[in-house]
């Protein structure tokens, strides 16, 4: 879908889980993509470190469970120019909490513990998964930070 919809020249999806991975080749296919898209079956940690390493404006994390984790692994992929971090994280919060809010301070403090300059530029709840449980959506704007970024995040 992010193909069809974007004039990104080329785009890397990567999976480890044999089952998605065959329905994303399938979904290539389909979308008629697969002269931009370049479908992985590997762990994405694995592929970032041996082959994209500063190759990417963007970067979508769509798997809660792992995003948090995985959070120095989409750095290190971004352009020395700086990029966008598609962010998606499960979060619980009481009534009087913003389960927004609360993800955003997570990001914040580790990304600021990296040394990294960023500003949020949007986030939303997209649903709810459970009682008091929220799953969020940022889009994070990352600066320029060329080697201190480097040196910070391999």
């Not at 020249?9 to 065959?22: C, E, H, L, M, T």
């Not at 898209?37 to 769509?62: H, N, Q, T, Y």
């Not at 513990?113 to 009682?131: A, D, E, K, M, N």
Request: proline share 5%; with cysteine.
């Amino acid at each position: 879908m992010f193909a069809r919809a974007s004039e990104a020249g080329k785009i890397y999806s990567i999976d480890v889980n044999p089952s998605a991975f065959r329905f994303m080749q399938q979904n290539v296919r389909l979308n008629r993509v697969y002269t931009r898209v370049i479908p992985m079956k590997r762990d994405a940690r694995e592929v970032i470190k041996k082959k994209l390493g500063c190759v990417a404006d963007r970067v979508l994390m769509p798997l809660p469970e792992k995003a948090f984790e995985y959070l120095p692994c989409a750095l290190s992929v971004l352009k020395e120019t700086g990029g966008w971090i598609h962010y998606y994280d499960s979060e619980y919060a009481r009534k009087s909490e913003n389960p927004v809010e609360k993800v955003k301070l997570k990001v914040a403090e580790e990304l600021e513990s990296l040394g990294v300059i960023f500003s949020f530029s949007f986030g939303r709840v997209v649903r709810t998964t459970g009682p008091n449980w929220y799953q969020v959506v940022l889009d994070i704007k990352l600066d320029v930070y060329g080697n201190k970024r480097k040196r910070r995040v391999s």
